[in-house]
């Protein structure tokens, strides 16, 4: 193989092997003019390998993701020992500002993908990194939390019958994996679209970090990169634990009625048909309902908010495991 052909370049720039470099994926303004700049770490081995590329706060409130990537990078844990590793802490470095999920122009980037040069600017933010970094990608981890104050057990998401994606979600050993069909226009469904292996992460929830769900990323990145033997032998390697719960099937509990929430079970739970999960009453002392359990299965969210209003979702419960 000659040099040129060993030669990684992305967004314009020449990453030989053996190299470490932080690009600037830059591409738009703030109405004040000023340049904004999205940090793209790229470390490299000597010695070929995959591209395993790392993502996180595609949506700008999700600040577990952020924290994961952070530590792996922290750690050294993205120095591969063959191959290359490409971390992307905030894509949403506009909703990250904002402490927002959305855009400026109040888009979900994670509906968006693959992007037009020309669309919203969540678009042209999907588009130039469906073209300048995602072809580099061998495989993909992508991290997010839950929305508002719904905290999501740490799980990893994949596209049913999927062979693949099932073995490579066992490596990494969330508590949970989920069956959910990929969304269109999602960063999921273009890598999809594209065969690139993608997990998706989801632990916690928005404007928050956990410092458990944290961990469980870090050393779900890790056995990953072990499994592909990327992880630099000097790293200490997370400790062996039982396989996944792999949930095909899970449905929503939605609250019956207005008022004040308050949740009686904790997230991961086992729970039984008719156990009692939460109480809603009113704030006068006249109205107390009991939320029990429609069926068995492991509770993988809750919402941790104190208020809700009649229909909004409260637990997330397995309705099968495989």
């Known amino acids: 193989m000659s040099t040129e052909e060993k030669t990684m370049i992305i967004l314009g720039e020449n990453i030989a092997p053996g190299q470490s470099k932080t690009l600037n994926f830059s591409f738009a303004k703030l109405f004040t003019s000023t340049k904004v700049e999205i940090p793209v770490i790229v470390e490299r081995s000597l010695i070929p390998g995959p591209t395993v590329l790392l993502t996180a706060g595609i949506h700008g409130d999700e600040i577990n993701g952020v924290e994961i990537v952070r530590q792996v990078i922290a750690k050294k ?15 949403n470095i506009f909703g990250f500002l904002n402490q927002d999920r959305v855009f400026p122009d109040g888009r979900d980037l994670n509906r968006v993908f693959p992007g037009t040069k020309t669309g919203s600017l969540a678009s042209r933010v999907a588009y130039y990194f469906t073209k300048e970094i995602l072809p580099h990608a061998d495989y993909c981890l992508d991290f997010h939390t839950g929305g508002a104050q719904r905290f999501n057990a740490a799980q990893i998401r994949i596209a049913p019958k999927n062979k693949q994606l099932l073995s490579l979600a066992t490596v990494f050993n969330a508590p949970f994996t989920v ?3 990929n969304t269109s226009k999602s960063y999921r469904n273009t890598c ?5 292996p993608c997990l998706l992460f989801e632990g916690g929830k928005s404007l928050e970090s956990n410092k458990h769900i944290v961990k469980e990323g870090v050393d779900g990145v890790m056995r990953v990169l072990n499994h592909l033997e990327m992880l630099q032998t000097t790293l200490s390697k997370p400790t062996e634990k039982k396989p996944p719960v792999i949930i095909d099937k899970s449905t929503w509990i939605r609250a019956q009625k207005s008022g004040l929430l308050h949740i009686k079970i904790d997230c991961n739970k086992l729970v039984k048909k008719g156990e009692f999960l939460a109480t809603i009453t009113d704030p006068y002392g006249t ?19 104190s208020i809700v209003n009649q229909g909004d979702a409260i637990f997330h419960i397995s309705k099968h495991i495989v």
């Open 179 to 181: 069956y959910s069909s």
């Open 77 to 91: 844990i993205n120095k591969p020992k063959i191959g290359t590793t490409i971390s992307i802490p905030i894509l």
């Open 287 to 305: 109205m107390r309902f009991k939320v029990l359990a429609p069926n068995e299965g492991y509770i993988i969210n809750v919402n941790q908010a």
């Open 192 to 196: 999809e679209q594209l065969k690139i």
